[in-house]
């Protein structure tokens, strides 16, 4: 199905999560040739769809000046329940505060009978977790770039007492540029005071932490911004390897996999010892052992070769060759 096609291999859903979606998904339907909201004011001409996630279904859109954008389309109907809603809502909350260069932006949002829209800037290259299938995994100079960035953008919304909570290769979008653009904070949450603690178990299998599955091991502590760092490690892993670290075809071995933190290095992929030393680090299951982002960007692998100053477009297909 096209939903498959979404999934990285090995990036599994809970049969009860794949099912929801299933259903969610025969709730969209394709919205008009012209989105406009119901006070008349934005309007779009709808184009080809991008792509399709949990609830939304995401079209290229043109406004009146000829500029393109990405429209995030949810139906109303399938936000029957509060907490569908809440979850929504609070998504377009969160989001519309993030202004980061490497932040997907967000423009506007409106509704019109059936459906909600939001307009999002366009990521013309899809996500990095497209990019690594097509290309199998990254060089090392390349996730130095990528991570740099997505470093970046985290220090940002940490700063904003934002965390996102569902960082992924999929959640990473590409500019015509190549400049990273998180986007999706379907699962993203504001923390008011400092000491609050999220208790809700919520992201992606393969880049949960174990903090979230298992507890801190503190008594009464939820998880913090420390789940995004833990992200930071899969997601360099990833990059490197090819595949999550923790990678199971079934979720309860992923879950135990994170659990008692069982992951090594294929021989036949060649990683740096910097790279690994990073990612060991990161990957700590004390939430407060963790390195900060500071840390992370500080790290000698980031100093232990070459540093793009930018990635071509070619590198969605294959490995560049840097002059
Ligand atoms: P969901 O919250 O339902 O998972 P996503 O935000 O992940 O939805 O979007 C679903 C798909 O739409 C993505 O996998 C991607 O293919 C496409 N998409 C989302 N945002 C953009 C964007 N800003 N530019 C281009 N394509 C996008």
């Known amino acids: 199905s096209s939903t498959a096609n ?32 119901t ?28 500029e393109l954008f990405a ?48 307009i999002l800037e366009l990521c013309p290259n899809k996500s990095l977790m497209d ?17 740099l960035q997505l470093l970046g953008a985290l220090k940002y919304m940490h700063g904003k007492k934002v965390i996102h909570r569902d ?24 923390l008011v005071n400092e000491n609050d603690r999220k208790r809700t178990i919520c992201g992606t299998p393969n880049y949960i932490a174990p903090e979230v599955l298992f507890g801190s091991g503190k008594e009464g502590q939820g998880h913090s911004f420390q789940v995004d760092l833990w992200g930071v490690g899969v997601i360099m892993y990833a990059m490197l390897v090819g595949k999550p670290p923790f990678q199971a075809g079934d979720v309860n071995v992923i879950y135990q996999k994170i659990r008692h933190n069982t992951f090594s290095w294929p021989e036949e992929v060649p990683v740096s010892s910097a790279a690994k030393h990073l990612v060991h680090s990161i990957l700590n ?39």
């Open 6 to 37: 979404q999934k990285p291999p090995g990036d599994p859903k809970t049969p009860k999560a794949a099912a929801k979606d299933r259903k969610k998904k025969l709730l969209c339907a394709t919205p008009p040739q012209v989105l406009q909201d």
């Open 39 to 66: 006070r008349g004011r934005a309007e779009y001409d709808r184009g080809r769809q991008l792509g399709e996630g949990g609830f939304a279904r995401c079209f290229l859109v043109q406004n009146k000046e000829g």
């Open 71 to 118: 429209a995030k389309t949810v139906a109303k109907k399938s936000l029957q329940n509060q907490r569908m809603k809440a979850k929504f809502f609070g998504e377009i909350q969160v989001h519309k505060t993030m202004i980061h260069p490497n932040v997907v932006k967000f423009i506007e949002c409106f509704e019109d009978s059936d459906n909600i829209y939001m």
């Open 131 to 147: 990019m690594l299938r097509a290309r199998k995994r990254f060089t090392e100079p390349e996730a130095r770039f990528f991570l």
């Open 167 to 190: 960082l992924k290769l999929g959640n990473i979008f590409l500019d015509a540029e190549m400049n990273i653009k998180i986007g999706d904070f379907g699962l993203a949450a504001l």
């Open 285 to 323: 299951h004390d939430p407060d052992a963790r390195p900060t982002l500071d840390d992370i960007a500080d790290h000698y692998f980031f100093k232990s070769g070459f540093f793009p100053r930018s990635i071509p477009v070619s590198a969605g297909k294959q490995p560049p060759v840097w002059r």
